[in-house]
């Protein structure tokens, strides 16, 4: 088995296997997670074919793990093994986090890592009409800032990735300020099924439900709305069980060292299970 670093067009079929998995990736993931590191995608082939893939972002001394597939006709051969172990030595001496699936736990914790939170992955079908706005787009204010305010729900900076991510086609960002200083900040995205909210971060409930729904009418009327709550932020949960939403999907964040401070008490919305 050979273990390469992908390029763009391999990182692109590794999220149509993503899809395939239900995972309903972003139209535009590809291009954004390929600028959060550019070489934080290893595939693997066999015979010349494409038979697994794993991503491994490296973010100064911290690194998250996604995408972690193998192509079902290949699985149970010890492929996957391969590349996870390829992958995890690369790492060495970086804090590494994931959001696994839970009935993964077990194995994960073979390999190091240690369970934090979960998160739960909410959908509804969108309703909100367009009404009075209470957040503004990402336009009005300079990147800088967006990036400083951004910095508090990260372990470390990511300008570029934020940048792309907020100004992708098919996308949607917006903030709420008080005078210069941000209180919330959003990005909604089309997915392949309906839309993807994340991530959703604000200083309190009613700016959360406030951006939440100004973001929301940027969708269509019944399309369905996906978003992914830390578990642990009990006011964001209670604004799902306002808008009757279903849980519908759940994840372990875990990680081999010490859990970081990334603010889950304003954090109401993840940014994506694949990147962190």
């Not at 390999?111 to 990402?138: C, D, M, P």
């Not at 971060?201 to 369905?224: H, M, P, R, V, W």
């Not at 709550?229 to 759940?250: L, T």
Request: net charge neutral.
């Amino acid at each position: 088995m050979k273990i390469k670093t992908a390029d763009l067009n391999e990182i692109k079929t590794l999220v149509s296997w993503a899809a395939k998995e239900g995972w309903n990736p972003g139209l535009n993931d590809a291009e954004c997670y390929a600028l959060a590191d550019s070489e934080g995608f290893l595939v693997a082939y066999l015979d010349k074919k494409m038979v697994a893939s794993i991503s491994a972002i490296k973010y100064q001394r911290f690194a998250f793990i996604g995408f972690y597939i193998v192509k079902p006709e290949y699985r149970g051969k010890g492929l996957g093994w391969q590349l996870w172990q390829h992958t995890m030595n690369q790492l060495n001496g970086f804090n590494v986090a994931l959001d696994g699936v839970v009935e993964q736990q077990n194995n994960y914790k073979k390999s190091g890592f240690k369970w934090a939170h979960n998160n739960i992955r909410y959908q509804w079908l969108n309703q909100q009409q367009k009404t009075t706005q209470h957040s503004e787009s990402v336009e009005t204010t300079s990147d800088a800032a967006i990036n400083n305010y951004l910095q508090a729900y990260f372990p470390a900076r990511r300008d570029a990735f934020n940048q792309a991510w907020q100004q992708q086609t098919n996308a949607q960002a917006r903030l709420i300020r008080h005078g210069d200083s941000i209180k919330a900040y959003g990005v909604i995205r089309r997915c392949q099924d309906g839309y993807k909210i994340g991530p959703l971060f604000a200083e309190n409930k009613t700016l959360a439900s406030q951006l939440l729904n100004d973001l929301c009418t940027q969708a269509d009327i019944g399309a369905y709305i996906y978003l992914d709550v830390p578990e642990p932020n009990h006011f964001a949960q209670q604004i799902m069980s306002a808008k009757n939403a279903e849980k519908v999907f759940e994840t372990a964040r875990m990680y081999t060292a010490s859990e970081p401070d990334i603010g889950l008490a304003n954090t109401y919305g993840i940014t994506s299970f694949e990147v962190g």
